[in-house]
């Protein structure tokens, strides 16, 4: 209910002295009271109904109006049966601190005014304590329905309807979802009307929102179901949220310990299991990044269920980590899926960047090789100049694919053969002798380039290099050993 609500209405002849540019201000109750700082006792939002008992000099008027002003109450309504009127040092407290002022006629009781206001509140209760008890979505738009009398539905950013209470037109989505896009909720489209879903926690490509029919009478004869509808909708999705994340909790357990070496993709697919994906299929994974980790999360997290396929999303490095596991023809239209996804959330990322990378489809055993592509992937998406970058495995064409290829056992075998004495001795000495290698390979073997870049004299980097040659019977001098160590260190960057 609005402020204008409440003049319009004929019934109870309220009499508007000042504030008619903040009649739009939305209310969320009503408090009778005369006492002159009634501030411990508001929350925000309230037309204060007042007899003006407190008042007894000019004076009171301005500390009474300061006092409502700083509690931000929407209005104040002022009986007549004390004074006759509003007395004029109230008018012009209410004009300086622009605080709506109403005059209420001595034949409308406060019981009557705070009544019809409490009134429209009476379907927000019903919602929330629906949703308090454990209702589904489908439970609570079903109700608001009833109440304002049309159809209504929740939809993602992202793209996905998340529920409704009938088909909703392919048109009328898209026109949606564009217009959600565009700036702040409400906002009318194509004769209905988007409602915000009240969250400060998901950035804006990773929201919901309430689409409801019929403009008219959502917008004005039952704009607070509508507008209270969005308050209850993310209550519910706390809970989804909450479910996904004790889901990705074992998850991202499990892909760092396979990432640290320390569990099988067996062990991961057993956990993947536990959180209700099919242990039997073929996978694919996705990794993002779009602002911080928690943010990368959330948004891959509505991408991935815009897509309609089983998944699991965890936090996992500076962005998140998706795997999709389904039979392979519909994951082979992933990438096809999340492109058009990609596409429908861009307008609403603002100032952030998105880039995201596809694996190929994997066998369970391959699992550390498809977390590579879709990271190698990533870093080509992370290269392109767009706004919002996809890249696929497919595309990627160097060292990186045969890495990725690559079984969990050779890789570890590979690696230990070639840097297993080199770690033994940064260990023992508390060295950089593998960091030192690295940069070594990483400047093509120049030994200004590598020394600078270390901090180092020349001759000290010249006695590391002999070092390392030491303890592996490597010449580093080679170039096939130069590739051999540079293949080593990229199967091992994650460790190392």
Known sequence: MRLADLLADEGLGLVLLHGRGRLDRQLTGVYITDLMDPRRYLSGGELVLSGLVWHTCPADSEEFVRALVDARVAGLAAGTARLGKAPPDLVEACRRHDLPLFEVPVSVSFNTLADRIQRRFAPRRELVSAAASGADLDRVLRMAAEELGTDCWVLSAAGWEVAGTASLPAELRAAALREHSTGPLPRGCRGHVLWPVESATEPPAARWFVLAGDADAAWDEQQVVATDLGTVVALV????????????????????????????????????????????????????????????????????????????????????????????????????????????????????????????????????????????????????????????????????????????????????????????????????????????????????????????????????????????????????????????????????
């Not at 023992?428 to 002798?433: F, P």
């Open 237 to 496: 999705r706390a809970r989804v949220d909450e479910a996904r994340r004790i889901a990705g909790r074992s998850a991202e357990a499990a892909l760092h310990r396979l990432l640290a070496g320390t569990c099988t993709p067996t062990e991961v697919v057993a956990r993947l299991e536990t959180a209700g994906l099919p242990a039997d299929e073929p996978l694919r994974a996705v990794t993002l990044l779009a602002g911080d980790q928690a943010e990368s999360t959330t948004l891959l997290r509505e991408l991935a269920a815009a897509t309609g396929l089983p998944s699991v999303t965890a936090p996992l490095g500076d962005g998140a980590t998706a795997l999709f596991v389904d039979d392979r023809e519909h994951l082979t239209g992933l990438e096809a899926q999340l492109r058009g996804v990609v596409a429908t959330v861009e307008p609403a990322l603002g100032q952030r960047r998105l880039t995201l990378g596809l694996s190929d489809i994997a066998e369970t055993a391959a699992l550390r090789g498809a977390l590579d592509e879709a990271a190698y992937a990533r870093g080509l998406a992370e290269g392109r100049r767009g706004r919002a970058e996809v890249a696929a495995a497919a595309e990627l064409a160097s060292h990186e694919v045969l890495l990725a290829a690559v079984g969990d056992e050779l890789r570890r075998s590979y690696r230990d053969k070639l840097l297993a004495e080199i770690i033994a001795y940064d260990r023992a000495h508390g060295s950089e002798l593998l960091r030192t290698l690295r940069v070594f390979l990483e400047h093509s073997g120049s030994w200004s380039r590598c020394a600078q870049q270390l901090h180092l004299h020349v001759n000290t980097l010249r006695y590391r290099v002999q070092r390392i040659e030491q303890l592996t019977g490597r010449d580093l001098s080679d170039f096939p050993t130069r590739v051999d160590f540079y293949l080593a260190l990229r199967l091992g960057r994650s460790e190392s």
